[in-house]
């Protein structure tokens, strides 16, 4: 009965996410009447109507939202039971589901995979490269272990440990000089070409938002949605662009130029389901971040102030 309860569950869900009996249907690669009659049978057990089908879409009742609800949270406890009961203490095995957004894909990601197959070989590793709010989302829903963003605010439920500081600045292709190059005053950008992410990266409204506060508006010429395209611009043609500085550590033909007065700093966060279950793969994970941040030398995060 524990399993045909499970598959109701599964079953009611489908249909709320698609709206549609036969879609849900095809989705779970049952038939429809099979479908039909499962849902009915949930809704004789509990003796409540679960969902409306009188309109051109099947909708949850009010008795249907609410069992819904707990349904999915009972779903999603489960399934973190299971990866419990399976998780390998000695690491010889194990799997990490990790959220970043974009920007961290160019510098971080490439370093703690090597890190992580080092120290951890027999760890598999799911990325998912999606914006801060879906990494939240994903985060309370347990379809992330781990995502790596920006400080918050937070939506209640998850947990933001400060890894690092990044610092941003213009970035040209000049060859590097031996000594940092003298801060460029930032109205000297008025009018100037630059080639920048698009509006899909919060680094650009970052970005922006610096042009705005103090009445400057360089000409974008190139908008592009791929951080390696954009350093590829940059080096080929006299287009500056506005980076993370840690992205040109790795590229000798990229040199950053602070600007007067600088951008503002962000502070990069580890974060987490607050009380989830957290793997041994989920903990040499962190542990390997923390390390990885220290010796690659990046700024520490501020520290807060004393309540």
Do not use: M, Q
């Given at each position: 009965m524990?399993?045909?309860e499970l598959r109701h569950l599964r079953y009611l869900l489908?249909?709320?996410e698609h709206g549609n009996f036969t879609r849900a249907a095809d989705d779970l690669h049952i038939s429809q009447p099979t479908l039909s009659q499962q849902i009915k049978q949930l809704e004789r057990t509990l003796g409540v109507q679960l969902l409306d089908r009188t309109g051109r879409t099947v909708r949850l009742t009010d008795a249907g939202a609410v069992?819904?609800?707990h349904a999915r949270r009972a779903l999603r406890d489960l399934a973190a039971a299971e990866r419990a009961v399976h998780d390998v203490q000695d690491l010889s095995r194990g799997h990490l589901r990790l959220g970043v957004t974009p920007t961290f894909t160019a510098y971080?990601?490439?370093?703690?995979?090597?890190?992580?197959?080092t120290r951890h070989p027999g760890i598999s590793l799911t990325l998912a490269e999606t914006t801060q709010d879906r990494i939240e989302a994903a985060l309370l829903a347990d379809d992330l272990d781990l995502g790596i963003a920006f400080t918050g605010p937070h939506p209640p439920g998850i947990t933001a440990t400060p890894l690092?500081?990044?610092?941003?600045?213009?970035?040209?292709?000049t060859p590097h000089a031996p000594t940092t190059p003298a801060p460029l005053p930032v109205h000297a950008l008025t009018g100037e070409q630059l080639a920048l992410l698009s509006g899909d990266f919060a680094t650009r409204s970052h970005i922006d938002g610096y042009f705005a506060d103090h009445r400057i508006a360089p000409r974008i010429t190139v908008e592009a949605n791929s951080i390696q395209a954009l350093t590829e611009i940059v080096r080929r043609t006299p287009l500056a662009t506005v980076l993370p500085d840690a992205i040109t550590?790795?590229?000798p033909h990229l040199t950053p130029v602070p600007l007067d007065p600088p951008l503002p700093t962000r502070t990069v966060t580890l974060l987490h389901r607050q009380g989830a279950y957290r793997s041994a793969a989920t903990r040499a994970f962190t542990?390997?971040?923390h390390d990885l941040v220290q010796a690659r030398g990046y700024t520490p995060p501020p520290c807060r102030p004393p309540k």
């Open positions: 524990a399993a045909l489908a249909v709320a069992y819904t609800d971080l990601i490439g370093p703690l995979t090597a890190e992580l197959h690092f500081t990044e610092a941003l600045s213009l970035v040209t292709s550590h790795d590229h542990e390997l971040t």
